[in-house]
């Protein structure tokens, strides 16, 4: 089936630095979708990738699909300490079903 | 719109204890699922449904049941707790399949003594 694997696990970043979070699948995807998660708080929806090649940008974010569409990355660039929590991907297969990845938990040292 | 609202926000039970957590939504959503989150695992899918009167497991469905009588309410019902079942619950709607964006609830952390 279906695997979605995210690396690193944990990422400590100094405040001010850029961090790069990747995120793998064993099958090609329909779709990629970007979720954070504050801590103690529930995910929330960042953005879906749908085209192969794709680039978008929220602000300091970029989010990339890859060539192929078996994978994606999230770069964050200047890290402020309000990028802290743990960031999800999540592919969709050619059945419309949804899987995460573990997630990649962000700590931000001032 | 109160988006996806889910109670209770903690539960303890003990071993052998059952229990429904409620799921409901006011944005009309055809798709909901719950997930358990437990550390370094991700969202693992338990059940989905994409509408009223139609539900299938996902990844997880093992010791959990869940029906769906209204576009608006999805509850997951425990059917004999268990200390592996310790772990935090979310609920998610979507206009359709995994294909959109999912908005998820503020979680149930369930403690199984």
């Known amino acids: 089936g279906q695997q979605v694997m995210q690396i690193p696990q944990y990422q400590h970043v100094q405040e001010g630095e850029d961090f790069t979070t990747y995120c793998n699948s064993s099958t090609t995807l329909s779709n990629i979708q970007w979720y954070k998660q504050r801590p103690g708080g529930h995910p929330v929806f960042l953005i879906q990738?749908?085209?192969?090649?794709e680039v978008k940008k929220q602000k300091r974010l970029t989010f990339q699909f890859g060539e192929a569409k078996k994978n994606s990355s999230l770069h964050i660039t200047a890290t402020q300490t309000t990028d802290v929590g743990t960031y999800f991907c999540a592919g969709t297969d050619s059945w419309g079903k949804l899987q995460f990845g573990a997630g990649t938990q962000v700590v931000v040292t001032p | 719109n109160a988006g996806v609202t889910q109670t209770p926000k903690f539960q303890v039970l003990k071993t052998g204890q059952s229990m429904t957590l409620q799921c409901a939504q006011d944005m009309n959503h055809e798709y909901m699922s719950w997930y358990r989150q437990d550390p370094g695992m991700g969202l693992r899918l338990i059940h989905y449904s994409v509408g009223a009167g139609i539900t299938d497991q996902g990844e997880v469905p093992n010791g959990y049941n869940v029906s769906r009588s209204t576009t608006e309410d999805f509850p997951l019902r425990l059917l004999s707790a268990a200390p592996s079942q310790t772990s935090v619950y979310f609920c998610?709607?979507?206009?359709?399949?995994?294909?959109?964006?999912?908005?998820f609830g503020p979680g149930t952390r369930l403690t199984v003594t």
């Open positions: 990738l749908v085209k192969s090649g």
């Open positions: 998610a709607s979507s206009y359709s399949t995994g294909v959109y964006e999912q908005y």
